[in-house]
């Protein structure tokens, strides 16, 4: 049977939540999700939300998803899109699902004028990394990624 990708719906927040921490599990962090099905369903479909998803299926049974979002080159004048979270189930990994939520999105980047369509990988993440360059991916090793969050966060927003 085919795969299918499809854009999520609101009620797909508990199998957006359970593949998040599914992938937190993989990157050994799942002490690190602070989410809720609640939360997650209020961000992903509020009417003025920025982030969308995608869904893959095999006979119906959703076996991996991806969390996207839009930004904006200030160089070329265009958005991009980011892909936050791909995930496959272990399980259902080796069938194309990764790739075909990754060719869903370059096809979307391209149909909307987008100038670009990036994502991280931890580092550690050697079959990952094999995979996205296995396509014609390039890591950009030139940029430094910064963060702020939490105490950090507010702590320099109020002081």
Do not use: H
């Not at 359970?18 to 599990?25: K, P, T």
């Not at 997650?40 to 982030?51: D, G, L, R, Y």
């Not at 969390?67 to 160089?75: G, M």
């Not at 399980?91 to 991280?120: D, Q």
């Amino acid at each position: 049977m085919p795969l299918k990708i499809r854009e999520a719906i609101p009620e797909d927040s508990q199998t957006i939540f359970d593949f998040i921490m599914e992938l937190a599990i993989y990157e050994k962090l799942p002490n690190e999700v602070k989410t809720t099905v609640e939360e997650i369903k209020e961000s992903i479909f509020a009417s003025n939300s920025t982030v969308k998803a995608l869904i893959c299926e095999e006979d119906e049974t959703a076996i991996g998803y991806a969390v996207y979002f839009y930004n904006y080159s200030t160089w070329l004048g265009k958005n991009g899109i980011y892909l936050e979270d791909l995930y496959v189930s272990e399980v259902k990994r080796g069938k194309g699902a990764g790739k075909a939520m990754i060719k869903y999105l370059a096809k979307k980047a391209i149909s909307e004028n987008c100038g670009r369509f990036e994502w991280a990988c931890l580092d550690w993440n050697t079959p990952s990394r094999d995979f996205y360059e296995s396509f014609g991916a390039v890591p950009q090793t030139q940029w430094i990624g910064y963060r702020l969050e939490g105490e950090t966060l507010e702590k320099f927003a109020n002081n």
